[in-house]
Each structure stands twice: as structure tokens, then as C-alpha cells.
T-cell receptor, first 113, second 113 residues
Framework: KAGVTQTPRYLIKTRGQQVTLSCSPI?????VSWYQQTPGQGLQFLFE???????NKGNFPGRFSGRQFSNSRSEMNVSTLELGDSALYLC????????????FGEGSRLTVL | DQQVKQNSPSLSVQEGRISILNCDYT??????FLWYKKYPAEGPTFLIS?????DKNEDGRFTVFLNKSAKHLSLHIVPSQPGDSAVYFC????????????FGTGTRLQVFP
């Protein structure tokens, strides 16, 4: 069974640009969550999707958005990039959608110059 | 606000000895906690969980203890092995109908020979 796949693994952008990150959950999982990891803030919750519906949203500005498709694949978008958006973005999928027992991908490392 | 705190950023333990990682929480909504382990360049991996109906949960070398009155949980690893060297995060699940996790800032465990 394939794990959670995130693309791209690494990317470099400049301030003001936008970026789209992709996540393919484990087959059969309907819950997909996104987290931002930075050295100073740890793992911060961004969004949670379940069956194409955003079920929860973290305390991030509107520049951060996401969506989930009918095949459970998810994307997140960050517009008007700022230097502080440099981080590891982690996607996680869950089987039941209510246990917190998540399977994480390896993450997408975003560097904003 | 729901918060999870890991006050020790790092811990160094000799191989074969016990590692104890601590976590404090405030305003838990659902009293269900999880521990994740993270190696560099990888996503976090679910380790063990505990619900409020228990004060202890054991899985092999890993045991988690929950003290609800003190709002404190701890992860014991016995015996510690060099392969346990990683960052450990405790997490609180927000409610019974979500996978949204509130993570602590992590404790870096180093197990030396």
C-alpha cells in the first residue's frame, strides 16, 4: 500500500509569487490535513478536508487556501508569498477521520527568497 | 485556547536506560492524546495514543501515562535504543469528529551508546 505522496519535495520561490502543493493520500483514506512546520513554531495546523469538504481551518491568513478532489487528493495554495512562508508543508491522511492517527507524507520544503 | 506544551526541547539518554518525555496540556476538548516521532527529512510517524478512560497505555517498549488532574502526560521508552533518537511530539485531538491535532513544540531525544 503506497504511503502519502507529496509533490514537489523541494521548491524555491520569490516573494510575491504563488505556489501550489499537491498531496495524494493513502488509498481509501478520506481525511486529508495540512500542517506547516517551522523551527520556531513547530507543527501548525492549516486545514482539514473530509470527503471534499473543509472541516477545519487553522489560524492562517487568507493567502493560504486548499481543496480536496473527489478522489481524495488535495492541493494547497499560497498566494503572494512572504519570506515567513518558508517552511516544511506536511500533508497527512487518516482512515477514519476522527482518531488523530494520521499518516504523514515526507513534506514539501518551500523556500521563499 | 487549547494548548499543548513540551517544556524540554531536548533530552539525552544512555542506551538501555529509560527515556521520559513530558507534555502538559490546557483546555483539552476531548481528552485524547497522541505521540508522534519524527526523523529528519521524514514526516511524523504515529507512535501511541491514550484516551481519558485510561491512565496508561502500553505498546512494546513504549508506554504513555495520563494524569488528568495534573493535565499531564508522559511517554516512557524502555529500554532506549539509538534508533529512538528523533524528535517526539505530543498532540491533542480537538474533538470527536475530526483529525485536527494540536501539537506540542517537540522534544529532541538523543540516545547515545
Amino acid at each position: 500500500k503506497a504511503g502519502v505522496t507529496q509533490t514537489p519535495r523541494y521548491l524555491i520561490k520569490t516573494r510575491g509569487q504563488q505556489v501550489t502543493l499537491s498531496c495524494s493520500p493513502i488509498s481509501g483514506h478520506r481525511s486529508v490535513s495540512w500542517y506547516q512546520q517551522t523551527p520556531g513554531q513547530g507543527l501548525q495546523f492549516l486545514f482539514e478536508y473530509f470527503s471534499e469538504t473543509q472541516r477545519n481551518k487553522g489560524n492562517f491568513p487568507g493567502r493560504f487556501s486548499g481543496r480536496q478532489f473527489s478522489n481524495s487528493r488535495s492541493e494547497m495554495n499560497v498566494s503572494t508569498l512572504e519570506l515567513g512562508d518558508s517552511a516544511l508543508y506536511l500533508c497527512a491522511s487518516g482512515a477514519e477521520g476522527n482518531t488523530g492517527e494520521l499518516f504523514f507524507g515526507e513534506g514539501s520544503r518551500l523556500t521563499v527568497l | 485556547d487549547q494548548q499543548v506544551k513540551q517544556n524540554s526541547p531536548s533530552l539525552s539518554v544512555q542506551e538501555g536506560r529509560i527515556s521520559i518525555l513530558n507534555c502538559d496540556y490546557t483546555n483539552s476538548m476531548f481528552d485524547y492524546f497522541l505521540w508522534y516521532k519524527k526523523y529528519p527529512a521524514e514526516g511524523p510517524t504515529f507512535l501511541i495514543s491514550i484516551s481519558s478512560i485510561k491512565d496508561k497505555n502500553e505498546d512494546g517498549r513504549f508506554t504513555v501515562f495520563l494524569n488528568k488532574s495534573a493535565k499531564h502526560l508522559s511517554l516512557h521508552i524502555v529500554p532506549s535504543q539509538p534508533g529512538d533518537s528523533a524528535v517526539y511530539f505530543c498532540a491533542d485531538i480537538q474533538s470527536n469528529n475530526t483529525d485536527k491535532l494540536i501539537f506540542g513544540t517537540g522534544t529532541r531525544l538523543q540516545v547515545f551508546p
